[in-house]
């Protein structure tokens, strides 16, 4: 390991008797003298900061029972699917073929929210675990993928197996058909003899038109890629992949090409697979005869090829881009200069900060979940969480025009990875390692999570009282410094990089904030194919797409009696006697009212509405509900396709802006991580959870959607950039309190002017600091370094 040490004197002077530090001096001259250079030789005086000292530990209130299972627990509840007893005739992941039965995918299930607040708010027992297993079974005489729950765990003689039906209102319960299962290595094998017999009989064709040939996945002698895409079926009864080609190498899905195979997969029976057609210049051959007629007849021909390097799309430095005057200089950073302000149990995963409280999990599907969220000491939320990171894409080629993603089908939370200090997350970040589990084994992802406090960039308030007469243009002057906590993680899902923040504000405000970077899906560039993008590279488009991402907010202000207030900012016609002259004119006004039964909504235009989650008696001081605001931030989006076949049914989570629905032990996630293969009959129909309930005074769970709608561009090369792709919505107090909560920070400055402070002989401004001491210390930064995983 080497250390690169970057020792920075920071200019800073300490205030510690406030009121007696005169910051100006007496003619008045607005110039701090903290900004008076220093000698090197009082630069050695100077201790290093506490950067990388740990956070101050806490004992959390209760255990985290939302934690996933444990690597032991793991791999007993595997040993236990695997032995005989079970009755289950699983076999071996290694030997396993598609009309095998064996487990696919083992995360957590979900402890019911009924079990835990008995638990959590008073001495009511500790919910038990359970462990969520998918077993593909395509032994049975009806092949199916199943869901099970095992528990409770850690298993004993007590430990169940049975079916995990309740979460799935698909009408199948926890089963999905084999043919509209996760499309594994295993199915992937299974189809592979019959895609090599079409590509290796069209060498000829595919070295002319493309410059490669496909033998294989793996064989050496490919020179190019297949790429699948989903759905891969409809609704179970069928089965199928697109397959696009690429040219290979680490930016490959920047390098399309202008080919693809088209299979029917339909079945266990890898004997009775089909070619379905072969695509090239826009045109459709149903047979590889076909295709081979009209390459004689020369019809094929391609305008653009893919350059053979692939530098151009690699995220490192561009010698061809020159470089920018001062640039050469480190760049600023946050540094939690005089030492770090939240505590933790790293044991149990519980957050403190600055009155904030939380609990943080971590799932295999979903990533990072936070519980039981509250702000000096009173619950806001029990549950936040992303239910799904959905993607659709569009074009006139068989892959983007058929192209939907569900992240969490992809296991978006086995996806996160080491982060780099300094660069990813501030020098002196908190990190927190994940598990993820691989059948019998775990491996620990370190780094994974990590934990800062941020100056806002911003100040929290301030403001400057009075133009008056005298030497400061004011009779006083007050700023309170912003400053939030935030929880990041980055999940890359094959080709992107989603970037997570929680965000917890020192004024009791939350804010989720979603990013996106790594490598565009794009397609094989056509001139008359603008309407799905531009050019973005010699031969390639940036297929246009949009982004949607569900979070579950399951608040509970103040307990589970809540309302959704809509308040609505209307114009209306009034007459007021005082201006007779004006007869009836035009004004704004508020109408505000309770939702009544669980509907999607809408953002309105122009932002006049407002939506607050409001416990349903609690009141302020003042006698208003007391509530949380839910502020519409960057690129409050839904799905733009309705009706898509492609995502119908099994992503109508994604289809409105918001949705409140009444909470139920029985519907724990808004999607299904089996949906995305079966859109015209989910496992899982999100439209189903509006039944008609009423949300008035009661438990209810608020879904937002988030993302982006990816109007590709040339700068998407070489990667999408975490500047523009964003999007947010932050919860804020909204008459939860009887005034602001900056009051107790001391964080702050306040300054008087003689006058103000009522002595007419003084000269000198009167300052205020609060005892807050500035450090003063030298910055050792370390060079990050990237902890390898481990393997349990
Ligand atoms: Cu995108």
């Known amino acids: 390991m080497h250390l690169l040490l970057i020792h920075i004197i920071l200019l800073f002077e300490a205030v510690v008797n406030a009121a007696g530090t005169p910051p100006f001096d007496h003619r008045g001259q607005a110039f701090p003298n903290f900004n008076h250079g220093r000698g090197s030789s009082k630069r050695a005086a100077y201790s290093t900061c506490s950067l990388y000292e740990p956070a101050e530990q806490v004992a959390a209130p209760k255990e985290n029972i939302w934690a996933q299972i444990s690597p032991e627990d793991n791999l007993a509840v595997w040993n236990l699917l695997h032995d005989s007893a079970s009755e289950l005739n699983l076999t071996g992941p290694d030997k396993a073929k598609v009309n095998d039965n064996y487990v696919w995918y083992i995360d957590t299930v979900p402890v019911n929210k009924s079990d835990v607040l008995p638990y959590l708010d008073g001495s009511g027992p500790r919910p038990n675990s359970w462990a969520r297993v998918i077993i593909f079974e395509g032994g049975k005489p009806e092949p199916v993928s199943q869901e099970y729950m095992i528990g409770p765990l850690p298993v004993s003689s007590e430990t169940t197996i049975q079916k995990l039906d309740y979460p799935f209102n698909g009408g199948t319960g926890g089963a999905v058909p084999f043919n509209g299962r996760f499309f594994d290595q295993k199915r992937r094998d299974a189809a592979e003899p019959l895609l090599v017999s079409v590509m290796s009989n069209i060498t000829d064709i595919t070295s002319a038109l493309l410059g490669g040939v496909f033998h294989g996945y793996d064989n050496p002698e490919s020179t190019l890629v297949a790429a699948p895409t989903t759905p891969t079926s409809f609704n179970g009864s069928q089965a199928f992949q697109v397959i696009m080609f690429r040219l290979p190498g680490p930016a490959s899905y920047l390098r399309p090409l202008d080919f693809y195979v088209l299979l029917d997969t339909t079945g266990t029976d890898a004997s009775l697979y089909k070619l379905k057609g072969l695509v090239t210049n826009t045109q459709f051959f149903p047979t590889v005869a076909d295709l081979r007629a009209a390459f004689e007849a020369g019809e094929l021909t391609e305008e653009f090829y893919q350059p053979s390097d692939y530098d151009w799309a690699l995220v490192k430095y561009n010698a061809a881009m020159g470089t920018r005057e001062l640039e050469d200089r480190f760049a600023p950073q946050n540094l939690e200069v005089g030492g770090k302000r939240y505590k933790l149990d790293s044991e149990q995963k519980y957050v403190e900060y600055l009155g904030w409280s939380f609990y943080v999990s971590h799932s295999q599907t979903l990533g ?48 996160l990875f080491p982060m780099v200090e300094g660069f990813d997350c501030p020098f002196g970040s908190t990190f927190w390692n994940v598990t993820v589990h691989n059948g019998n084994t775990s491996t620990v992802n370190p780094n994974s999570i990590c934990i800062f406090e941020l100056d806002a960039g911003f100040p929290l308030s301030r403001h400057r ?45 939350l804010e989720i904030t979603v990013r996106a970077s790594g490598y565009l899906q794009s397609s094989f560039f056509f001139r008359d194919q603008g309407a799905w993008g531009p050019r973005i590279q010699e031969a390639t488009q940036g297929s246009l797409h949009d982004h949607v991402l569900t979070w579950k907010a399951d608040f509970d202000i103040l307990g589970t009696e809540n309302n959704l207030q809509v308040t609505e900012q209307k114009t209306v016609n009034t007459t007021q006697p005082w201006w007779p002259e004006l007869g009836e004119f035009e004004q704004i006004a508020l109408e505000t009212y309770n939702v009544e039964k669980e509907r999607a909504l809408s953002w309105a235009d122009n932002g006049q509405l407002m939506y607050a989650v409001n416990h349903a008696s609690a009141t302020n001081k003042w006698g208003s509900p007391r509530g949380y605001r839910i502020v519409p931030g960057k690129s409050n989006i839904r799905l733009s396709t309705l009706n898509s076949p492609f995502s119908r049914r099994n992503t109508a989570l994604s289809k409105s802006h918001l949705v409140v629905t009444r909470q139920h032990d029985t519907e724990p996630w808004g999607n299904s991580i089996q949906n995305l293969n079966m859109p015209w009959k989910p496992q899982q129909d999100f439209s189903k959870f509006l039944d008609d309930e009423s949300v008035e005074g009661t438990d209810l769970v608020m879904w937002l959607n988030l993302g982006m709608h990816h109007f590709t561009r040339s700068e998407d090369i070489p990667v999408t950039l975490y500047s523009e792709a964003v999007s947010s919505i932050m919860f804020a107090p909204q008459n939860f309190f009887d005034q602001s909560q900056d009051g107790d920070l001391k964080n702050r400055r306040w300054y008087t002017t003689p006058e103000a402070a009522g002595d007419h002989n003084a000269t000198e401004l009167v300052s205020e600091a609060y005892g807050i001491n500035l450090p003063q210390c030298n910055v050792a930064l370390q060079e990050p370094t990237i902890a390898p995983l481990v393997q349990l």
């Open 465 to 509: 009282e009075g133009d008056v007469p005298n030497d400061y243009g004011f009779s006083n002057l007050g700023v309170v410094k912003g400053s939030l906590l935030t929880l990041r993680s980055i999940a890359t899902v094959g080709n992107y990089d989603y970037l997570f923040d929680y965000a917890f504000h020192v004024d009791g405000s």
């Open 368 to 415: 990072i979940m936070l519980y039981d969220i509250r702000f000096k000491g009173e619950r806001i939320l029990y549950e936040l969480s992303m239910q799904e990171a959905a993607a659709q894409y569009g074009g006139f080629q068989p892959k983007a025009a058929s192209t939907l993603y569900h992240d969490t089908h992809f296991q978006l939370g086995a996806d």
